[in-house]
């Protein structure tokens, strides 16, 4: 069964930081394309990152270019977003997922996705 668990996220000031994490089981970590996404009220769901090992692409939506940092830690199944710099229009449900597909330009949808984790940064 696939599990993700995210954790990490808060309320930060306009500028600040946060370290999301995604603690995964149930899959071969380095064999899928795993991410991020998130959802504002009242808005669709927007790709905020991902990664293939298995195809050495990442990829990072425009509006997060430069400030958010996607990583993972392969041996504990853990993946992580560090978000600088954020902005009120960074707040939303941040979803840890299993992508269909992750290129370093595009993404073609989620398999699998936990049960988020709220982000507010305040103004």
């Known amino acids: 069964e696939v599990q993700l668990v995210e954790s990490g996220g808060g309320l930060v000031q306009a500028g600040g930081s946060l370290r999301l994490s995604c603690a995964a089981s149930g899959f071969t970590f380095v064999d899928q394309a795993i991410g991020w996404f998130r959802q504002a009220p009242g808005k669709e769901r927007e790709g905020v990152s991902c990664?293939?090992?298995?195809?050495?692409?990442?990829y990072y939506a425009d509006s997060v270019k430069g400030r958010f940092t996607i990583s993972s830690d392969n041996a504990k199944n853990t993946l992580y977003l560090q978000m600088n710099s954020l902005k009120p229009e960074d707040t939303a449900v941040y979803y840890c997922?299993?992508?269909?597909?992750?290129?370093?330009?595009?993404?073609?949808?989620?398999?699998?996705w936990g049960q988020g984790t709220q982000v507010t940064v305040s103004s």
């Open positions: 990664i293939s090992r298995r195809h050495g692409s990442t």
């Open positions: 997922a299993v992508f269909k597909w992750c290129g370093n330009y595009y993404y073609t949808g989620y398999k699998y």
